[in-house]
């Protein structure tokens, strides 16, 4: 549920009413057009490259608050079965046509959820979100530990978010919750876990309205659960 690095157009987005319903929310955000590039987050992609998983081909993965799809379809080119949720029928919609255009729309089930009280149920190998950040209410910690306890045993989960803000942005967005790396694993329950990576990486961000680049600090949880 990204809410940062968003074109000019969605700038509404951070100055909406905590109440909102969060499916109205994310359904006007998404059927406003295409806000993202469509690619799979440079975070998550680094991370898998830096320590692969093996055997992808016969694992399982799900990706919380999918968006349009972009590290859910990724992860179908690289053999895995994914699973992809996320709040927005449209964006499923999206992501599901973007899936088939790819040739892995058999590789990838698309179903709608609100996270905060309608977790899917199973386990997965690989349990993944990105940007999990919300101008309405949405308890962030709740979900990440019932992320962690979706991954099967000897899975990995991992947790990207901003850090920070597009290096073009002179005035952030007001009431941003931004926790550190630190902070995340703090918040888990990690009994039986190995932190493998807790850090920092600056990616490319979104360009600005006037169509300025820039880049983002982001940060890279990756947790294993003990088989």
Do not use: K
């Not at 000019?8 to 993202?36: C, K, N, Q």
């Not at 999206?94 to 040739?103: E, L, P, Q, S, V």
């Amino acid at each position: 549920m990204p809410t940062h690095s968003v074109p000019a157009a969605r700038h509404w987005i951070h100055d909406v009413d905590p109440a909102m319903d969060p499916t109205a929310l994310w359904e006007r955000f998404y059927s406003e057009g295409e806000p993202w590039s469509g690619r799979p987050n440079p975070g998550l992609v680094g991370e898998l490259a830096a320590r692969p998983i093996a055997d992808t081909a016969r694992a399982t993965a799900l990706d919380l608050g999918c968006g349009t799809g972009g590290d859910a379809i990724w992860l179908a080119e690289q053999g895995w079965q994914v699973d992809a949720v996320d709040i927005a029928p449209t964006a499923l919609a999206r992501g599901a046509a973007g899936a088939r255009a790819a040739g892995v729309g058999d590789r990838i089930r698309w179903a709608c959820h609100n996270l905060d009280t309608d977790f899917p149920a199973g386990a997965w190998d690989l349990v993944t979100t990105s940007y999990l950040h919300s101008p309405v209410d949405l308890d962030r910690e709740r979900i990440l530990r019932r992320a962690a306890a979706a991954v099967a045993p000897g899975g990995t989960l991992i947790i990207i978010g901003h850090l920070g803000f597009p290096s073009w942005m002179t005035e952030p967005p007001p009431h941003a919750d931004l926790p550190t790396p630190e902070e995340i694993v703090a918040s888990l329950d990690l009994d039986g876990w190995t932190v493998i990576q807790a850090g920092a990486v600056v990616v490319p961000s979104v360009p600005s309205p006037e169509g300025e680049p820039g880049t983002r600090t982001d940060s890279v949880v990756r947790l294993q659960r003990g088989g």
